[in-house]
């Protein structure tokens, strides 16, 4: 990306337009290990090296964040009574005013993208991609392999005569309680819990695993978080330009 160098310094929280130009003039910034003290001059982030008192600047666009999301926080960027995931996070990686990416329930756990890319966001979300998502799920009643060919046939929602899109349901445990993975297409508001409503169970646990092929990094503690690896990027189609470490 071409732009001013006071552009990319201040975008990337170094200071203000107006202090910066004042350390270019004291030599504070070098391009190239060349001395410049013109902070409007035009340089190149993917060519040009920038110093800027004696640190380089890694110029970032976007940040992508995987997040275990605990219970008791909602999936927003504020709230008027709740923490949300965004004030979890670093006050480096506020920066960017970052956005979950979908949302998990307040007592949901679990995998949450958060990034600044309006773009990734949409692919992912979108009705037409039908990205899978896959939850592990600790319900009260049995599950059956009814309910298995239930799921995949697809559950009507009664509050709206909805019938879900096809979902994979996998039992792990059966029994008193059941638990079991669910993969589904869409996003409906409460979607797993309403489509194990629809035939008389009622989840206990919920966590998200999976979201299309990006999978939840299980060494993540709940609150945590970890920026995607350049791998992740490319599962995602993300600016993988803008990887950081």
Known sequence: MKLRIDKMLSNIGLG??????????KGLIKINDVIEKDSSKIIDTEKDTVKYKGETAEYVQYIYLMMNKPQGVVS???????????DLLDDEDKFYEPFPVGRLDKDTEGLLLITNDGQLA????SPKKHVDKTYYVEVAEEVTQDDVKSFREGVILTEENYKT????LHIIQSGYPSKCYVTIKEGKFHQVKRMFFAINNEVTYLKRVSMGL????ESLKLGEYRH????????????SSTYRE
């Open 165 to 168: 899109l096809p979902a994979e």
């Open 228 to 239: 995607l690896t350049q791998d992740e990027l490319n599962i995602l189609g993300g600016h």
């Open 214 to 217: 990006l999978k939840l990094d």
């Open 122 to 125: 949409h692919n992912l979300l």
């Open 76 to 86: 927003a960027t504020e709230d008027n009574y709740d923490r949300t995931v965004i």
């Open 16 to 25: 203000t337009r107006k202090q910066i130009k004042q350390d270019a003039k």
